[in-house]
């Protein structure tokens, strides 16, 4: 299996922040990661995909990259909205696998 | 507007059964391959099982092999995961999610439904 990783587990920020998340898996997955966002008592929401491919309805404050077994998401400009926890996910192979979370709180 | 609705969630004891049903509306169920996701409480997010648009292809993660079963109604337009022989560490919140495109297997869940909780306790 594909063992996802994210750091860091937890980040505390203010509105108009930067944010980065990152995501690395064990094995190369060619550009198969997505992200989602969920918020408390929610279901997660796809956010990006193909490593840096917006889902429609998706702020472009939003962003990812990467490569090979490693990459990012970024939000630009934190919005309240957007404190949530954030998973990234491999879909190269099965068993499909996610990261255990990223919660970005308000600091 | 695509939506996926869970029911069939509740309180059962170790060993027992259960079976999740997924109602689905706003899109073609019939073309979408289908997946079953959840999440312990407090946790991350584990994929549990996939079946591809006519119901005859199924994959589960190894955790659930053997016990859970993935099926579809497509003229009901309903999806199903039946749940035998559960554990403690079964206990979760389950999703169903459509996979995102309709031609092909791509693996990204889009969208969800609001999930259903399943708690294992005696």
């Known amino acids: 299996d594909i063992q996802m990783t994210q750091s860091p587990s937890s980040l505390s920020a203010s509105v108009g922040d930067r944010v980065t998340i990152t995501c690395r898996a064990s094995q190369g997955i060619s550009l198969s990661l997505a992200w989602y966002q969920q918020n408390p008592g929610k279901a997660p929401k796809l956010l990006l995909y193909?490593?840096?491919r917006l889902e429609s309805g998706v702020p472009s404050r939003f962003s990812g990259s990467g490569s090979g077994t490693d990459y990012t998401l970024t939000i630009t400009s934190l919005q309240p909205e957007d404190f949530a926890t954030y998973y990234c996910q491999q879909y190269y192979t099965l068993p499909l696998t996610f990261g255990p979370g990223t919660k970005v709180d308000i600091k | 507007e695509v939506q996926l609705v869970e029911s069939g969630g509740g309180l059962i004891q170790p060993g027992g059964s259960l079976r999740l049903s997924c109602a689905a509306s706003?899109?073609?169920?019939?073309?979408?391959?289908m997946h079953w996701v959840r999440q312990a409480p407090g946790k991350g997010l584990v994929w549990v099982s996939r079946?591809?648009?006519?119901?005859?292809?199924?994959n589960y993660a190894d955790s659930v092999k053997g016990r859970f079963t993935i099926s579809r109604d497509n003229a009901k337009n309903t999806l199903y995961l039946q749940l035998n022989s559960l554990k403690a560490e079964d206990t979760a919140v389950y999703y169903c999610?459509?996979?995102?495109?309709?031609?092909?297997?791509?693996?990204?869940?889009?969208?969800w439904g609001q999930g259903t909780l399943v708690t294992v306790s005696s």
């Open positions: 999610a459509r996979d995102m495109y309709s031609d092909f297997w791509s693996g990204l869940f889009d969208p």
């Open positions: 193909a490593a840096s």
């Open positions: 706003g899109f073609t169920f019939s073309n979408y391959r």
């Open positions: 079946i591809n648009s006519d119901g005859i292809s199924t």
